[in-house]
Every structure is written in C-alpha cells, then in structure tokens.
C-alpha cells in the first residue's frame, strides 16, 4: 500500500533498497506525555488528523502504546526488510511496516517480537499479516495489524528501512510518534509532538468540564449551543399526536 507496486518484474530489474541509519526521532519526553492522552483524544485535538483507519486492530485488549517510528517496506509475502529494520530499532521506538501492495501473509510472529522486546521496542504496526496471535499476548508484546494469518513468508526481496511509508493514507516518517490502543493507530509529525502535547492537553481539560457537566444533567443539545444549529436546519418539535396524524392523513391519501 506503499509507494506504488513493481508489479511482477525479474529480481535482477527490482529497485535495491535502502537502509537509513539514525534518522531524527521526536522527543521522548513528548512521546510518553501523548501516551497518556489515547488515540481518540490525540486525533481530535490535532484536527481530526492522523488516523491511520480502522484496517488495524489490535491482537490484544487494554493496552496504550506511544514510541518513535522505525519504517519497514516490505514486499507482499517477504520479510527480509523486517529482519533489516530490527537492526535499526532502538529503546522507545515503534516498528512499522508496510508493503509494496496489499498482503495478509503472516510477516510477524512470535520470534520477531522476542527480537524487538529485547532491544526495548514498544510494539508492531503492519498493514499486513502476523502469526502467533497468542504468544504475543502471552509475552505482553502489543501488536496493531490488517489481518492475522498463519501463511509463511520468504526472505527473497529488496525493500527499505527507514522511509516514508504511507498506511491508511497516512504518510508516516521514520521518528514520527506513533500511538496505539483500542481505538486504532495514529500518526503525529515528529515536528508536532510538542504542539501535539498541549493540545491533547487542552482537549483533555475541555473533556473533562464537559464529563462533569453531563454528570449533573446538562444536555449536549445545550452546552454545544446545538439547538441554533437545528433551527438554521429546519429541524422542528412536533407533539407526537400531531406527527401520527399527519403520518396517518398522508398514508390514508
């Protein structure tokens, strides 16, 4: 879902790849302070922005990640790029991975994650498949992905580390902050995670007047001034007896 597709041509006529070492990564002090905001909260406050979609969902349940990208393309069905990309991931990070065109082979397992978790890697995002669903869970390894499949892979092709990949029309950096819980995957811009901060920031305090609100009876139709937005709509109160019988006359004619 990446950078176009090479479609079936000879190995010898494929692009090499290219493995980037020591790409700019946000800050960690910002990565930590967004992970305790969630996705939804992040997103909204950013705009609306980043959402990589609903295509990925977790292996597990309950569990919130924040780190720095490590990027990954790989070819569909190879996972050659993987094993090059955990060289690359250090402390705090997030690898993710994607591929050339759509794939739901199994690229990720249990011996990965083991991998990463020694080397102190948050989790996985891939727009792709992963195995082993339950020694993930059983490790506390978190996982994001497209589909859970037992299909193998090769480790045949060339593909890249550390470069722009573009997931649920996202495009995400490597450095960038990924987050991840419950509620899906998004992507912050490693030059915004500070702005990001104090906007989740804002967002969170504005929920929380609302929550308090709503706690003590107040109506969203009020406290969001939403009844200016019905009335310059159209939309209008009818006692029910009134709706029924002009419901009624209308059938009736």
């Not at 790989?74 to 050659?80: A, V």
């Not at 082993?132 to 593909?159: H, I, N, Y």
């Not at 929550?211 to 006692?239: K, S």
């Amino acid at each position: 879902m990446t950078h176009g597709n090479a479609g079936d041509a000879p190995a010898a006529a494929r692009p090499a790849g290219v493995i980037v070492t020591d790409p700019p990564r946000a800050g960690t002090e910002h990565v930590d302070a967004l992970r305790g905001y969630g996705v939804a909260t992040v997103h909204e406050a950013m705009g609306r922005t980043g959402c990589l979609g609903p295509g990925l969902r977790p292996v597990q349940q309950d569990v919130r990640i924040a780190g720095t990208a490590v990027t990954a393309l790989c070819w569909p069905g190879d996972n050659l790029m993987i094993h090059a990309a955990v060289e690359q991931c250090a402390e705090g990070d997030i690898l993710v991975v994607a591929t050339t065109s759509p794939s739901t082979d199994g690229m990720f397992g249990e011996l990965f994650a083991t991998a990463l978790h020694h080397r102190g890697v948050r989790g996985l995002v891939i727009d792709a498949g992963v195995r082993d669903t339950a020694e993930l869970r059983a490790m506390g390894f978190p996982v994001w992905s497209a589909a859970v499949c037992a299909q193998g892979t090769v480790k045949a092709t060339a593909g890249s580390v550390n470069v722009p990949v573009v997931v649920g029309g996202q495009c995400i950096r490597p450095g960038d902050v990924i987050l991840a819980d419950d509620d899906g995957v998004m992507c912050v811009p490693r030059e915004s995670a500070a702005t990001a901060v104090e906007a989740a920031k804002a967002r969170t305090a504005k929920e929380e007047a609302t929550r308090a609100a709503f706690a003590e009876g107040q109506l969203g139709l009020d406290r969001y001034g939403l009844r200016d937005t019905l009335d310059r709509l159209g939309v209008r109160y009818q006692p029910y007896a009134e709706h029924a019988g002009h419901a009624h006359g209308g059938a009736a004619s």
